[in-house]
C-alpha cells in the first residue's frame, strides 16, 4: 500500500529565516506530487505541483519554492520567511493514471513564522 | 461567485442523529466528486469518491451528486462522537487539468454524546 511521509510535523520560526519542508511517497511510482497551504477560514490553497522530476509549476506567486529533486520526492523551501507564511502545509499525491485523480494527503506541517 | 460553495457551520448534532453535508458549485465540467474528512491538526482523508450524478453508499456514509442542480450532498447516519472532524467537498473535471481539485472550504462537525 502506498504511505506518504511529511516532515517537520511542527515548527517555530523566525521572520526571515529559512525553510525546508519534506515528504516522501512510498509505495507507488511516477506519482503526481502537491504542496497545499490551510490557513484558518481559508480552505486548501494549492501552491504547487509536480507531475515529474524536476517539473514544477506554481499557482499562486509568493516567496516558497518547491522542488522534486527524486521521483517521490517533494520539497517546499523558502529562503526568507514572512509572517504570513504562518500555516498548515500539506503535501500530497496522486497516481497519474487514474482519471478523476483522487488525491491522498500527508499528516501536514504545521508552521509559525514568529 | 466562488467555484465551489461549502457551509462552514459550525453544526452541532446530537448522537445517533443524521447529517447532512452539502455543496454547490458553478463549473459545469466538474465530473469527479469527493469528500474528505479531516480530524482537528491532522491532513485530510478521503471518506467518499463519485463520478458524476447518483448516489454512493458505504457504511452510515452515503454521497449523492445532482449535477443538474450543481449541487452535493454527503449524509452521516447514527452519527457518532468520532464522526466529529471537518468535512471537506472537493471536485475536478475530466480535462487536462485533471490533476487538480478544487476544494470547499469545509463544514465542522460536532457530534455530542
Known amino acids: 500500500s502506498q504511505t506518504i511521509h511529511q516532515w517537520p510535523a511542527t515548527l517555530v520560526q523566525p521572520v526571515g529565516s529559512p525553510l525546508s519542508l519534506e515528504c516522501t511517497v512510498e509505495?507507488?511510482?511516477?506519482?503526481?506530487l502537491y504542496w497545499y497551504r490551510q490557513a484558518a477560514g481559508r480552505g486548501l490553497q494549492l501552491l504547487f505541483y509536480s507531475v515529474g522530476i524536476g517539473q514544477i509549476s506554481s499557482e499562486v506567486p509568493q516567496n516558497l519554492s518547491a522542488s522534486r529533486p527524486q521521483d517521490r520526492q517533494f520539497i517546499l523551501s523558502s529562503k526568507k520567511l514572512l509572517l504570513s507564511d504562518s500555516g498548515f502545509y500539506l503535501c500530497a499525491w496522486s497516481e497519474q493514471a487514474t482519471s478523476g485523480n483522487t488525491i491522498y494527503f500527508g499528516e501536514g506541517s504545521w508552521l509559525t513564522v514568529v | 461567485q466562488k467555484e465551489v460553495e461549502q457551509d462552514p457551520g459550525p453544526l452541532s448534532v446530537p448522537e445517533g442523529a443524521i447529517v447532512s453535508l452539502n455543496c454547490t458549485y458553478s463549473?459545469?465540467?466538474?465530473?469527479?466528486f469527493m469528500w474528505y474528512r479531516q480530524y482537528s491538526r491532522k491532513g485530510p482523508e478521503l471518506l467518499m469518491y463519485t463520478y458524476s450524478s447518483g448516489n454512493k453508499e458505504d457504511g452510515r456514509f452515503t454521497a449523492q451528486v445532482d449535477k443538474s442542480s450543481k449541487y452535493i450532498s454527503l449524509f452521516i447516519r447514527d452519527s457518532q462522537p468520532s464522526d466529529s472532524a471537518t468535512y471537506l467537498c472537493a471536485m475536478s473535471d475530466s480535462g487536462g487539468s485533471n490533476y487538480k481539485l478544487t476544494f470547499g472550504k469545509g463544514t465542522l462537525l460536532t457530534v455530542n454524546p
Open positions: 463549473n459545469s465540467a466538474f465530473q469527479y
Open positions: 509505495g507507488t511510482s511516477n506519482p503526481n
